[in-house]
């Protein structure tokens, strides 16, 4: 009686593993920089402003509020293909703002970056589909 047991525990956790990455976001939800534009130059420290329409904002973590997700600040890289259905990582090129934050001022060196906002789900994964800023380059002077 065990192992009937056992293998259902094991197809209901591959199950939830599987659905991880597919959080669903709604038709045309869109997260943006609010105020700041490609090819813009600015000084350091950057004011970063998150746009979102569609959907809501809503702490890591937290997964019973449905359209919701928390924002991803990716500098000077990109999250694209299998990166998608993952948990964004946390490093100095992919800035979390878990707790719900919907602005930032940061540090960035003289030169050009690229900038691109994503919203993810609880867990730090993308929605499908994948709700994420157009990518704009900006100099800092």
């Given at each position: 009686?065990?192992?009937?047991?056992?293998?259902?525990?094991?197809?209901?956790?591959?199950?939830?593993?599987?659905?991880?990455?597919?959080?669903?976001?709604?038709p045309g939800a869109k997260v943006y920089f609010i105020g700041?534009?490609?090819g813009q130059t600015v000084a350091s420290p950057v004011t970063i402003r998150f746009g979102?329409?569609?959907?809501?904002?809503?702490p890591a973590g937290v997964d019973d509020k449905p359209k919701t997700g928390h924002h991803h600040l990716i500098i000077n890289e990109a999250i694209e293909g299998e990166e998608l259905n993952e948990p964004i990582p946390a490093d100095d090129q992919h800035i979390h703002f878990g707790g719900g934050q919907t602005e930032t001022t940061i540090e960035l060196p003289a030169g050009t970056h690229v900038l691109q906002l994503v919203l993810a789900d609880w867990s730090h994964i993308p929605h499908n589909p994948p709700v994420m800023s157009e990518r704009i380059t900006i100099t800092v002077k």
């Open positions: 009686m065990r192992i009937p047991v056992i293998a259902a525990a094991s197809v209901i956790l591959a199950a939830s593993a599987a659905l991880a990455g597919e959080t669903p976001s709604p700041l534009e490609d979102l329409s569609g959907m809501g904002v809503a």
